[in-house]
Structure formats: C-alpha cells, structure tokens
C-alpha cells in the first residue's frame, strides 16, 4: 500500500515540478539585457584640438632696442588672439616656443599661464619677447631698419600645453604665428632752423674767415639717433663759400637741441661776389645765409640713414 502511495505521488508531483523549473527558467532568461544582432558599437569619442593663434598686426611692434655694447637686447610684443576649435572648455597652461627673428633663431622662452577659454571661442595672448643681439651685426642692423620703416620678419614656433576637464594634453611642436612688425616708434626727421642770433662770420685772421651757423634741432620722435652731413655747403648771398662733412651730433629723443656748425673758407679761393657778401656779412649788413647738403641719420650707431629733405637751413646773419 505505501509503494502505490509513493509511485501515484511521483507520477502526479514530477510533471508539475518540471513545468514549475521551466517557467521559473523562462522568467530568469527574460530579466537578462537582450540584444538583437551583434553588439552595438561604443559612441566615437571626437579628437582634442589643439588652440590655435592669429596673429593681431595693429598690436605687434619692436618696443625697445639697445644699442651695442649696452646689451643690444630687443624687445618685441607679439599679440596673438588664441582661439579654441573645440566644442567643451580648454585651459591653457603653458606655451614653450622658439624665437625667430630675419629668418634666424634667437632663443626659446616659455610663457606660464592660467587662461580658460570657452568652447569655440577666444582670447586675446600677448607674447613679450626679449632677446640680445650682441654681437649679431646682420640681425641689428636689420632691427635698427625696422624704426626707419623697413619691416624685420618674425616667426614663432612651439608646443602648447592645455588641460580639459582632468586631462592634460601637449601639442606637437609647430609654427605658432609668424608676420613682419616695423618699430612702435619709427624713426622721424628732425626739423632744423637757423638760430640767427647767434650765428655770423668773423675773421680770426686776415684771410681766415669763419661762418659760425648755429642749428636749433627738435625730434618729434621717440628714437634718439647721431645726425651728421656729407658734402654740405654753406652760402652768403646765394654763393658758396665752403663745403664741409659734418661731424656726428647727438640728438636726443623728442628733445630740442642746439649745436655749431663752422666752416672755413678760403678767402684766397673765394668768387668776387663771395669776397663781397663775405665782407657786407663780416661789417654787420643782413646778409641771406644757406646751409645745404647730405643729412644723414645713425640710429643707434648700427646703421646710417640718408634723409631725402636733406640739409636745407636759411636765415640772416649781421655780422
């Protein structure tokens, strides 16, 4: 009797049990993630830019520029708008470049940051520039040019260190930005006028006359320079005396400044008409006086620039 009960209860318990596992099977498989075909690819991540510079002309100049044997050091503002091509915010935090200036490696410098810059947009980058030239004729000779409006070539190139969010990146190592600048303050001819109250001829023997013509000079501008002449004439009366190369003068920048100039003639040598106003000068009679001739400039003892109004100086003398 309890064998029957067993083999009746097996027969009716293990086929409720097995529809029992399956269902629960079937419920488990039906929890798990499902997936249709192959597994679906990851979003592609976009590449990290690296900031870009434009060079802004209106703010690049030479600043500065000492002459040799005080250090010839040149400085130069480079200004750049840096801009981010990427979509998120980037961080500039270092930019290591080299300096070329004419074509020619100077030096390389490193500019420490701390500039966050939105994406798409971009920020103004000025960078100072101080280099020495000693002993680099070609390459002063070419800065000097620069404050007399011929424009000296610059380029930089370097890397750029940025971060994004807790990422930091490093660009590779190329051109920067690179133009051509002229000097913040070129160069400016003087202005010159005779400063007759001082000036006339005398006779420190019989027949050694000296016209004695002094030169009132302003520079309007911010570069000092030397001013000296070639072949400049003086004459009285419209005929010429004597003609002289004139000894470099100092001429300080945006300052008034005052300096002789002397010529000796030949009386011995002199036209009749030149012994004439000569003579009418010499007894106090108002006598038209010209000086005229070559001005040059030396800016900074590297180079000479010639003037193209040259010499040109006219007045009175009474004695």
């Known amino acids: 009797m309890q064998l029957c009960y067993t083999a009746a209860v097996k027969r009716y318990l293990l086929p409720k049990l097995g529809i029992l596992f399956v269902g629960l099977l079937s419920l488990l498989v039906s929890c798990l993630p499902g997936r249709s ?25 030479i600043d500065t520029f000492d002459p040799p044997g005080a ?6 503002t480079i200004a750049t708008q840096v801009i981010n091509p990427n979509d998120f915010g980037i961080r500039l935090k270092q930019i290591n470049y080299d300096i070329f200036l004419g074509g020619k490696k100077i030096a390389r410098q490193s500019l420490e940051l701390d500039q966050f ?3 798409g947009a971009q920020v103004p980058l000025k960078f100072p520039v101080t280099v020495s ?22 380029k ?26 002229l000097a913040r303050e070129a160069v400016k001819s003087p202005e010159l006028r005779l400063e007759e109250s ?47 190369d004139i000894n470099p003068v100092p001429i300080p920048a945006g300052q008034d400044s005052r300096f002789e100039l002397l010529f000796y003639p030949s009386y011995k040598n002199l036209t009749e008409a030149g012994r004439v106003a000569l003579e009418a000068a010499i007894a106090g009679i108002p006598t038209t006086l010209e000086v005229q001739g070559e001005l040059l400039i030396d800016v900074l003892g590297v180079d000479t620039f010639k003037v193209p109004s040259g010499w040109k100086i006219s007045g009175f003398v009474y004695r």
């Open 133 to 154: 030239l000693e002993n680099q004729l070609e390459l002063m000779t070419a800065v000097a040019r620069a404050f007399t409006g011929t424009s000296l070539a610059f």
């Open 37 to 61: 075909g192959p597994l679906s690819q990851a979003t592609p991540i976009e590449p990290i830019l690296p900031p870009s510079y434009e060079l802004v002309a209106g703010q690049t100049a």
């Open 117 to 119: 810059i939105l994406g």
């Open 71 to 76: 250090g010839a050091k040149v400085s130069l």
């Open 156 to 181: 930089l190139e370097g890397e750029t260190i940025f971060t994004s969010q807790s990422y930091e990146f490093k660009s590779r190592f190329t051109t920067l930005v690179e133009g051509s600048t």
């Open 198 to 244: 001082s000036s006339g001829v005398v006779m420190v023997r019989e027949d050694a006359p000296v016209i004695r013509v002094t030169v009132l000079a302003t520079n309007p501008g911010d570069v000092g320079y030397f001013l000296y002449g070639k072949d400049v004439s003086v004459s009285l009366n419209g005929e010429v005396l004597d003609l002289e």
